[in-house]
């Protein structure tokens, strides 16, 4: 399977705004032969936890039909992360899974940081997975990756791939991605890490979404910030600059 992260910027609180993003990346990613697609956390709404309930979506919103087209048009499967509508509560981080079947599935960020209970509720499932051809896909959003027991919880389930949309920073990028790669190593599967383009609701972002290999090996990273693929598959990888 050829995989990536899509390193994207977003305008905050614009969903169409977004969508419209979102689908270059994926007609990008298409012209790759790229069959797994995720992109960064809250990536349709950008990191904007005071206004995420303003804007959040369900898995069937009308707002995601062109997302949900293109995806089955591309027969890939792409995750986007999105504030969700949580009935009477406060709304969750999400990552939706588009499947090119057409079917939509959503998994809620567990593990929290510090403050965003404020604004979020967390989800109750530790973890997600999904067979992307052949593959065993688990999801997780940024902090979850902070736990070890999140990708434990992963690597028992049977995921080969562990895929985070995440939003990190320059001075937390060395201990994250450690960390990340550490699963790698630890858990014998594959990592990838889709971070922001530019900043998002007020962190500075350091780009350079990475991929690793079981056992921990760096497959490839992007240079720093800005709009781009960071491309997998078993012969290595590259990176795509968007325009």
Known sequence: MRYAAAQSASVPLDIAANVKRHLAFIDAASEAGVQLLVFPELSLSGYELPGMAACALKADDDRLAPLRER?????MTVVVGAPLANAGAL??????TLHPDGRTSVYRKHFLHAGEEQHVTAGSAISQL????GT???LAICADTGQQQHAHAAAVAGAELYVAGSLISAGGYDKDTGQLAGYAKLFGMGV???NHAHAS??????????IWACGGELVIA???PGEMLAIADDNGGRIVALA
């Open 222 to 224: 992007a240079p720093g």
């Open 136 to 138: 065993k896909v688990a």
């Open 130 to 133: 999904h067979d992307v051809r």
């Open 201 to 210: 609701g007020g962190y500075e972002s350091a780009g350079r979404s990475a």
């Open 91 to 96: 709304p969750g981080i999400g990552a939706i």
């Open 71 to 75: 995806a089955a048009c591309a027969n």
């Open 192 to 194: 990838l890490m889709a």
